[in-house]
Nanobody, 124 residues
Framework: VQLQAFGGGLVQAGGSLRLFCAAS????????MAWFRQAPGKEREFIAN????????YYEDSMKGRFTISRDNANNTVYLQMNSLKAEDTAVYYC??????????????????WGQGTQVTVSS
């Protein structure tokens, strides 16, 4: 699976952005999809994961309610809607694909395929 993330940019605090991740190659619908982010000097951080059908999603607690993950298997795309953005949300955002067990969905090592990342900068 090849992944390409885009949609990042500069936004003011309190604003919104929608990230996209386009997949190609192997059957997209057979994979769990996730979003992670990495700020300078910090470890890669789990944001959300969505099951192959799009019916089940898991979120990092601190982002629940502000971020929403969704997918469109017909168009091989996964989305991350981000609302009420804060300066601390500034990071490079990555999409990932894999088949992780439920106990490890928050681990970046559980995902086999990664996009190149898209920069999100939130100005305060």
């Amino acid at each position: 699976v090849q992944l390409q993330a885009f949609g990042g940019g500069l936004v003011q605090a309190g604003g919104s952005l929608r990230l996209f991740c386009a997949a190609s190659g192997r059957t997209f619908s057979g994979y769990f999809m996730a979003w992670f982010r990495q700020a300078p000097g910090k470890e890669r951080e789990f944001i959300a994961n969505i099951g192959w059908s799009g019916g089940t999603a898991y979120y990092e607690d601190s982002m629940k309610g502000r971020f929403t993950i969704s997918r469109d298997n017909a168009n091989n795309t996964v989305y991350l809607q981000m609302n009420s953005l804060k300066a601390e949300d500034t990071a490079v955002y990555y999409c990932a694909a894999g088949r992780p067990g439920l106990s490890v969905i928050r681990r970046s090592s559980a995902y086999s395929y990664w996009g190149q990342g898209t920069q999100v900068t939130v100005s305060s």
